[in-house]
């Protein structure tokens, strides 16, 4: 655990209560809430960083199909359809196989070559983001509130971790740990053989990734919707510094050359040193909510305000593309062209260097996804300190709030529960 914390009570809570842990959340002082979203229409929109292995791109879109498609003869090579869309799900590629997770509640493994399923894993409710894969163990979160550790090659479960809430952040591997966040606001670090809980780190913001964290120098950087970016420590969980934004930080940061690179749906991309000090910022129309990719000096980064971007080092804009919906996910650069999605359900290829529209795919629907969001505001919530892997899970089970010594978070010692709660815009 994190030095700096100490628990201040113990409740128990049974399944009695008539809902999911996962689905509440504590209201802040900030008057900041956490956020739950969920997709009221499908539609053939993409919000996926395209996977690029030779001369196939592969994508999924929530349309429910993980597509394959041959960009020497520019046709599809096959599709795969999950029961379920896939929404903040980008394909995995591993010794020949694609592994994506699904509204379905399933984790597919899925041959590269073929499309035809291999296997699949059922987590207890929905796959919201990509999965990551070290020394052959899938790692992935679900809705269900666990991280779970897979083998990749047989799919037998190895372990479970339960967090205190919805859970939505794609795992990152690095020395024998797993790094995950949750919507109970905690980033954990676990023991990658066992799942063993090893520290938290406690934020005051659902976090939520679709790629994974970068660490460099053992310290690990990640991003909350308390608007901060954080830098800490993977040893212990100890906080390096903090940078503060205007807005959710969802979209993952990325380090080139001694400079730190990320969004927030404040509109700005930024750009800091090694000590979290800002070097400049760059502002499009509307919310970033993707990392950034760095590639041979130029950034790009896709925005809401339905434009891609290519930036230069020193946060000068090059050129951006218009499409006709919002991007919500990264790109992938090979050769000198972009590949990114965007809600218009169109896979779109451009020059790197002119922006450029070399070709465009559209999906198998081109009505635009539309989610559904509800901002927990008045609901206070004490994340749970537990530890069961699948071995140890109880039908009854101790929750545990905890807070800092010092007085930057502070919570309410009880539950307040109100019947009403508000809802937001239709798009994250």
Known sequence: ??????????????????????????????????????????????????????????????????????????????????????????????????????????????????????WRFRAGNRIYTTASIGDGAVYFPSKDQYVYAIDAGTSKELWRFRTGGWTGSRPACRKGKVFAGSSDGNLYCLDAKTGKEIWRFLTEGNIYNKEEFPIKDDILYFGSDDQNLYAVRTEDGKEVWRFRTGGIVNGEAIINDGV???????????????????????????????????????????????????????????????????????????????????????????DAKTGKELFRFKTSSSQAARYTIEQKAVFEFNP???????????????????????????FKSEYVFKSEYQTGSDYK
């Open 1 to 118: 655990m994190n030095p700096e914390r100490k628990d201040i009570f113990t409740l128990t809570i049974g399944s009695e209560m008539g809902f999911e842990l996962g689905d509440f959340a504590k209201k802040l002082e900030s008057g900041k809430a956490f956020r739950i979203w969920d997709v009221k229409e499908g539609g053939g929109s993409i919000e996926c960083r395209p996977l690029i292995i030779g001369k196939t791109v592969y994508f999924t879109s929530l349309d429910s199909n993980l597509y394959a498609y041959d960009l020497p003869s520019k046709k599809l090579t096959w599709k795969f359809r999950a029961g379920g869309v896939f929404t903040g799900v980008s394909p995995v590629f591993w010794k020949g196989r694609i592994y994506v997770g699904s509204y379905d509640h399933n984790l597919y493994c899925i041959d590269a070559e073929t499309g035809k399923e291999i």
């Open 260 to 350: 730190i690179y990320f969004p927030s749906q404040d509109r700005n991309l930024y750009a800091l040193d090694m000590h979290g000090k800002e070097l400049w910022r760059f502002q499009t129309g509307d919310k970033i909510g993707a990392a950034p990719v760095f590639s041979e000096g130029v950034i790009y980064v896709g925005s809401t305000d339905h434009s891609f971007y290519a930036i230069d080092k020193e946060g000068r804009l090059l050129w951006k593309f218009r499409t006709d919906n919002e991007i919500w996910a990264p790109c992938a650069v090979k050769d000198g062209i972009v590949y990114f999605g965007s809600y218009d359900c169109h896979l779109y290829a451009v």
């Open 384 to 410: 749970p300190k537990v530890k069961e892997t699948m071995n140890e899970e109880k039908d009854r089970y101790e929750v545990r709030a905890e807070t800092i010594i010092d007085d930057t978070y502070r």
